[in-house]
């Protein structure tokens, strides 16, 4: 195992940046961060969970390095992502005087990369970035990009803001600590990466996924590389979302609309409801003529072997009312026009967008999806 760091360009022409991978690299976070800003303070916002393990190196790399530091502690859980919290981070970063000039360095999940960039995005109209994700999920998927934002009671990320970082570190060694559950569910955005357009990739993780969940460092370091290539190519070629970054919407539209019936609680985590959202979109390609039934079928018996839900019917509570699904599909940010953009597929490696699924269409095939109800 190499002990040097891969490093992924995100060639963006205006706000290009590097995904630093590495195992370990924690310890060399001060002189990562010096590379990409002359902040004098970093305001390093985490979630109590996070804290509990890297706060305290975090911080003392980042002091060694010349740093002073300002630490904001949010709640672990997507409930954080509101606008109560952001409210109270702005005012807790504006009364620790953080200035245009100096940072944010977001240390946890998805919830805090999201919540923390929505913050320095509008903190004095915009201050640097820096994403330190811990959690598989964020490492492969949120904390590329630039997508910053919360949830409201319409649905997930309607509110929100494109700001990119200046430097992703991702330090595999991170997810040593991580929940198994936590860790399959960002496994479920790494396999979508595979059925947007990398059908050989999809194939190395039937073979080799038991290993990456099982700890192996080379596997995760793998997938990590190969998912942040495949994000980084499709922000460079649309950053705003105007077109083709939709594609990395594959699943989703359907797992937002489930984890806004949940109330995006404990009982569905993202990435456990984008595996049924996969599934779910690759029923639909099949039942339009567009995949083959074996294809669908192949998807579902590695989400089920990695140990993923594969149907709402998986979720505590279930069954769900159909018109409450309707309803958050009805809000999905891709909508326009009276039609949602939904992702479909021709097979495995073979995703495109389509506008051609009315919303009277989607709602005929989810009333026969297990765990909904008319």
Aim: include cysteine; proline fraction near 5%; hydrophobic fraction near 45%.
């Amino acid at each position: 195992m190499t002990n040097l760091p891969d490093i992924v360009p995100v060639a963006l022409p205006d706000n290009a940046y590097d995904i630093v991978v590495g195992h370990g690299l924690l310890a060399d976070l001060g002189k990562e961060v010096a590379r990409v800003t002359k902040a004098r303070r970093i305001a390093i916002v985490s979630d109590r969970t996070v804290a509990r393990h890297y706060l305290t190196p975090v911080r003392a790399a980042l002091e060694s390095a010349g740093f002073a530091t300002h630490v904001s502690l949010i709640e672990p859980g997507e409930t954080s992502k509101s606008f109560p919290v952001l409210e109270t981070l702005a005012d807790e970063l504006l009364e620790a005087g953080i200035e245009r000039g100096d940072a944010v360095l977001a240390l946890g999940g998805g919830v805090v990369g999201d919540l923390a960039g929505f913050a320095a995005s509008i903190l004095r109209r915009g201050v640097t970035l820096i994403q330190c994700p811990t959690t598989l999920l964020a490492q492969v998927d949120s904390s590329v990009g630039g997508k910053t934002g919360i949830d409201t009671r319409q649905g997930k990320n309607l509110i929100g803001s494109f700001h990119q970082p200046a430097r992703v570190l991702i330090d595999i060694a991170t997810l040593d600590t991580l929940p198994a559950r936590e860790l399959r569910a960002g496994y479920a955005e790494i396999v979508k990466y595979g059925l947007i357009d990398d059908a050989p990739f999809f194939a190395w993780l039937e073979e080799n996924g038991a290993r990456l969940l099982g700890g192996d460092t080379e596997a995760r370091r793998h997938a990590i590389v190969t998912s942040c290539m495949a994000k980084a190519r499709v922000v460079v070629a649309d950053e705003r979302e105007q077109g083709l970054r939709a594609l990395l919407n594959l699943g989703h539209t359907f797992g937002h609309a489930l984890e806004a019936i949940t109330g995006f609680g404990p009982s569905l985590l993202h990435g456990e409801a984008i595996a049924i959202g996969l599934g779910l979109a690759f029923d639909l390609s099949v039942e339009l003529g567009l995949a083959p039934p074996a294809d669908a079928a192949r998807l579902r018996a590695h989400l089920a072997t990695s140990g993923l839900p594969t149907a709402a019917s998986d979720i505590p509570g279930a069954p769900f009312p159909l018109d409450e699904v309707m309803s958050h599909l009805a809000q999905d940010k891709k909508m326009a026009q009276g039609r949602v953009t939904f992702v479909l597929a021709r097979g495995i490696g073979r995703a495109f967008l389509s506008r051609e699924v009315s919303l009277e269409r989607a709602r005929a095939f989810l009333a026969r999806a297990p765990g909904l109800r008319p």
